[in-house]
């Protein structure tokens, strides 16, 4: 795609609504309604483009050109990730994860109430190794109560490949947090 033209997809409320080429300006860089539906203008003055239903579209904008289209969609279908708990601290060990629980997606959390032995673990999405939750650089013992950064090694952000430690054998409830994506946290409360 072009530097000038944008496409997005999402749930639109009905009303009008404009482009902005700078967040939370309105002097850079405004797109509204131009002289006829899917054309832009420019100007400060231009007005509003309109959506009659709420729901789903896909809007497209060229700047250069100075067109828009606002094509409505079927509700997309969200595949969401699995999360799981894998080591040799799991019932599992290291063969397989233990599946989280994530009873509200909007959420974000994880959570599982499990036996842990003492051992090391770590979290992984879709049972794969390719998005894996640990710590940054170093093994790190964890504390029951004391919530800790986790870190996505996907994102780049993790030295090696270190582990969770659990020190001591016992019934916990482990929390992964991951809806603030600067700040991953995991707590892991002794039962």
């Known amino acids: ?15 009008g609504f404009k482009f902005v080429q700078e967040k939370g300006s309105w002097t850079v860089g405004q797109y509204g309604k131009g002289s006829e539906d899917g054309k832009l203008d420019s100007s400060g003055g231009s007005g509003n483009i309109s959506i009659d239903e709420a729901g789903y579209y896909t809007v497209t904008i ?38 989280m629980n994530n009873s509200t997606f909007d959420a974000n959390v ?43 090694s996907s994102e780049g952000t993790v030295s090696g490949d270190p582990n969770y430690k659990v020190a001591e054998a016992g019934n916990y409830k482990v929390e992964l947090d991951l809806h603030n994506s600067g700040y991953y946290k995991l707590t892991l409360t002794k039962l």
């Open 110 to 152: 994880w959570t599982l109430d499990v036996t842990l032995t003492s051992g090391e673990i770590k979290f992984r999405a879709n049972d794969a190794w390719d998005m894996k939750f640990q710590p940054g650089s170093a093994d790190q013992t964890l504390v029951s109560r004391k919530e800790v950064q986790t870190f996505l």
């Open 62 to 99: 060229d700047t250069s050109k100075l067109t828009y289209t606002i094509e409505k969609i079927a509700r997309p279908t969200v595949t969401y990730p699995t999360v799981g708990i894998i080591g040799s601290a799991t019932p599992k060990g290291w063969d397989a994860s233990t599946p």
């Open 1 to 15: 795609m072009s530097p000038t033209k944008y496409t997005y997809t999402g749930f639109f409320n009905a009303g």
